[in-house]
C-alpha cells in the first residue's frame, strides 16, 4: 500500500513536470510530454518507437546514436529532446523511400556485407549520409573521417567503407585518393 502511495506520488511530480514539446521526425510531426533532462535517444525510442536509433554506450562515444538534425549529424544520447524542438530529426526509418525502396547507402551495405550484427549500421548509413549530401565523391578518407567515431565490432570497416563508396560511385564518379 505503502508502495503504491509512493508511485502515485512519484507519477505525479513526473506528470506535473513534463512540458509537451514538438517534435518533427522523418518528416511527421509529434506532439509529445517529456521530462526536461530526457534525451532525443530516450524520447526517439521510448516514446515515439523508433527503435532503429539504437543505444550503446549513452554517453557519445560510439556513435550508434547517430541521427541527422537538419541534416547533420549529431549524437541523439547527447542532445536533449526539448533542443530537438524546431529542428527536422532524420531517423534511419525516414531512409527509406516512400514507396518502401531503400535508399542507396541501405542497398550498397547490404550487397558489400557491411552489416553482420547491424548494431553500428543506423549511425553508420546516417553519417555516411550527411557525407553523400554534402559530398558526391568523397574520397577514401574522407569516408573514413566521416566515421571515425562509429565503433563495429563485427566487420573490420573495411566492408562499410566499400559499402559507402559503392554508394557513392552509384551517384557519381569517386576520387580514389588515401
Ligand atoms: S549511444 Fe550515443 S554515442 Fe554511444
Ligand atoms: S555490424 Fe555489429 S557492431 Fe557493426
Given at each position: 500500500?505503502?508502495?503504491?502511495?509512493?508511485?502515485?506520488?512519484?507519477?505525479e511530480v513526473f506528470r506535473v513536470t513534463k512540458r509537451l514539446i514538438e517534435l518533427s521526425v522523418n518528416g511527421d510531426r509529434y506532439e509529445v510530454a517529456v521530462q526536461s533532462h530526457w534525451t532525443l535517444l530516450e524520447v526517439l525510442r521510448g516514446e515515439l518507437?523508433?527503435?532503429?536509433?539504437?543505444?550503446a554506450c549513452d554517453m557519445g562515444t560510439c556513435g550508434a546514436c547517430t541521427v541527422l538534425?537538419?541534416?547533420k549529424p549529431v549524437l541523439s544520447c547527447l542532445i536533449l529532446a526539448v533542443e530537438a524542438q524546431g529542428t527536422q530529426i532524420t531517423t534511419i526509418e525516414g531512409m527509406r523511400a516512400e514507396d518502401g525502396k531503400l535508399h542507396a547507402l541501405q542497398e550498397a551495405f547490404l550487397n558489400c556485407g557491411a552489416v553482420q550484427c547491424g548494431f553500428c549500421t543506423p549511425g553508420m548509413i546516417l553519417a555516411s549520409k550527411a557525407l553523400l549530401d554534402e559530398n558526391e565523391s568523397p574520397s577514401e578518407r574522407e569516408i573514413?573521417?566521416?566515421?571515425?567515431?562509429?565503433?563495429?565490432?563485427?566487420t573490420g570497416y573495411v566492408k562499410i567503407v566499400e559499402a559507402v563508396r559503392s554508394a557513392a560511385s552509384a551517384k557519381g564518379s569517386m576520387t580514389n585518393e588515401r
Open positions: 500500500m505503502q508502495a503504491e502511495c509512493f508511485q502515485a506520488r512519484r507519477e518507437g523508433l527503435t532503429g536509433t539504437k543505444e538534425m537538419d541534416g573514413k573521417k566521416t566515421l571515425a567515431g562509429h565503433f563495429c565490432r563485427c
